[in-house]
């Protein structure tokens, strides 16, 4: 463990907009208020805030008179291998960098990226927990984190196809639309798989998957390091040129998307593409008449929506799922509290789902999700992410709820109209 | 014919015994419950060769919840997977009796 490494770090990504935004923090504390963890636990030491102060110590005691001085006079400590250590564990498995904290913030600060940044100075330094930075080895070395090796993926995309009777096309030439799905996408998911495949079929989509950009997870964005970030980012965008495709459209996976969509561009050379997100594209398909859907086909009990950070909040897709809900139950759809932007994450995002040790706070913060579902009556939450997905399945299964989860995508594929 | 049944074998622990050749609909439907089920799976395969539902088992590895299987000859690397957060561990047995008690013994 190197503090040197992680300082030096945050040192090179400080630049005038971190320096702006860490000056215009007053500490009003506001941003507590808006995070989950620190809404079900009340530990202050959540709060998004203090979340950035290695961020903030490193900022001011190497660009501020006021830091050199708390810094020389010993008001103030420099950043340790054990700041580190405990930092690691707030920003790691505290935090989702679901973003929340950013929007109610009265200064505008953007406390989701800088708390990126402080995963950045400490995946540079080598402090991430041992099972994030694991299944980034493995996506360094066999291509994904989760055990989608080249043959894995032939093999579940041949039993997709045949079992589901979808045609999965793998590197065809000529098509005008690259899919990418998650890795627990395929393996966790495999009829959300051919649920997508059946939308795309139906609407005339001239798409392929990539065996060689076959995933679309990015662990190496959860640990918060560019490098890794760019290399994952990389296979996909490589897949995009050689297939010479006008379109990407990640499935359902948020950060997978928030990656592709915003970081890639800041970060490397990005081909020409439009890159989309399923919902979205669910969403212009039954705007634009390309695809039809069976009016009330799941009009039965009672059915709310789960709005994913990065794909809602962060994309923006908050309507398109709404429109299509508003189809398939018209009367059964009813929207928890919050909602919309104001929705709380579910707790596994930011990779906090890979990593064992959290999982009790993981449940903890689940809680006020389940407590909302709840207070609707429904018996069915909906969604677009397949990481929140997996959250909601394990988190019932703890909480021996019996509420179903579905995919946005499987709905609409079921109730596809010829 | 039903290419399975699910019988309850006591709290937490279900039955799933292979009767017979899978359809498409089948497949489907066992993916469908193996993401919703909560509990552990005791994994019945008298009805059926090694060969038969190998592809099958071997494409539901991922999915499945804490499982034992018995009753047919098995080749153990179809259940070999890259071990990770979501998946769980599942075990080949000769008998019933070895799979039942093992299965009994794992905490969720």
């Avoid at chain 1, 564990?89 to 960098?97: G, I, M, N, S």
């Avoid at chain 1, 100075?121 to 991430?128: F, H, I, N, S, T």
């Avoid at chain 1, 990640?250 to 928030?258: L, N, P, Q, R």
């Avoid at chain 1, 993981?362 to 997996?390: H, W």
Wanted: charged share 25%.
């Amino acid at each position: 463990m190197n503090a040197q490494t992680a300082i030096d770090t945050f040192v090179k990504e400080t630049g005038g907009w971190i320096a702006s935004q860490l000056e215009a923090c007053t500490r009003c504390g506001i941003c507590a208020e808006a995070c989950h963890f620190y809404q079900a636990t009340g530990i202050p030491e959540y709060a998004p805030v203090w979340k950035i102060e290695l961020l903030r110590r490193a900022y001011e005691q190497r660009f501020t008179m006021m830091g050199k001085v708390k810094l020389a006079m010993g008001f103030e400590k420099p950043i340790t291998g054990e700041d580190l250590t405990t930092w690691s564990d707030l920003v790691y498995q505290a935090c989702t960098v679901c973003n929340k904290c950013s929007m109610v913030c009265p200064m505008g600060i953007q406390l989701g990226p800088l708390i990126h940044d402080v995963r950045s100075g400490l995946a540079e330094a080598g402090v991430v927990p041992a099972d994030l930075a694991e299944a980034v080895q493995k996506q360094v070395e066999e291509g994904s984190p989760l055990g989608v090796t080249d043959d894995v993926f032939e093999d579940r995309m041949e039993w997709v196809a045949d079992e589901w009777e979808v045609d999965l096309p793998i590197d065809e030439a000529g098509a005008e639309t690259l899919v990418v799905f998650s890795s627990i996408e395929i393996m966790k998911f495999p009829d959300n798989i051919a649920a997508i495949a059946e939308i795309l079929n139906a609407a005339g989509e001239k798409w392929t998957l990539s065996s060689k950009g076959r995933e679309v997870v990015n662990f190496g964005f959860y640990e918060g390091s560019h490098e890794r970030t760019k290399l994952f980012l990389g296979r996909v965008l490589d897949a995009a040129r050689e297939l010479g495709v006008k379109k990407i459209v990640v499935t359902e996976c948020g950060h997978a998307y928030d990656a592709l969509r915003w970081t890639a561009a800041n970060i490397m050379d990005v081909p020409d593409v439009e890159i989309m997100h399923i919902s979205g594209l669910i969403g212009e398909y039954v705007g634009r008449g390309r695809i039809k859907l069976q009016q009330g086909a799941f009009e039965n009990g009672t059915l709310t929506f789960h709005d994913a950070c990065k794909i809602q909040r962060r994309g923006g897709h908050i309507n398109e799922p709404r429109q299509v809900l508003n189809i398939l139950a018209p009367t059964s759809f009813k929207e928890m509290t919050p909602n919309r932007e104001a929705s709380i994450c579910c707790g596994g995002g930011g990779g906090v789902i890979a990593i064992k040790e959290a999982d009790d706070l993981r449940y903890e913060t689940f809680k006020l999700k389940l407590e909302q579902i709840e207070a609707v009556g429904a018996d069915t939450v909906v969604m677009t992410c397949s990481n929140c997905r997996l959250q909601f399945l394990d988190s019932f299964k703890h909480y021996e709820s019996k509420i179903k989860v579905m995919g946005l995508s499987e709905m609409v594929a079921e109730a596809l109209v010829e | 014919m039903a290419s399975f049944t699910l019988t309850p074998v006591e709290r937490g622990i279900m039955r799933c015994r292979h009767t017979g050749p899978f359809s498409h609909e089948q497949v489907q439907a066992l993916a469908k419950f193996l993401e919703d089920y909560q509990g552990k799976l005791l994994v019945d395969l008298t009805g059926t060769t090694g060969d038969e539902c190998a592809r099958n088992i071997k494409q539901f590895r991922p999915m499945m919840p804490i499982t034992a299987i018995f009753g047919t000859e098995l080749d153990p690397s179809i259940l070999d997977i890259s071990e990770s957060y979501y998946t769980h561990e599942v075990r080949y047995f000769e008998t019933e009796a070895e799979a039942l008690a093992w299965l009994r013994d794992q905490e969720e």
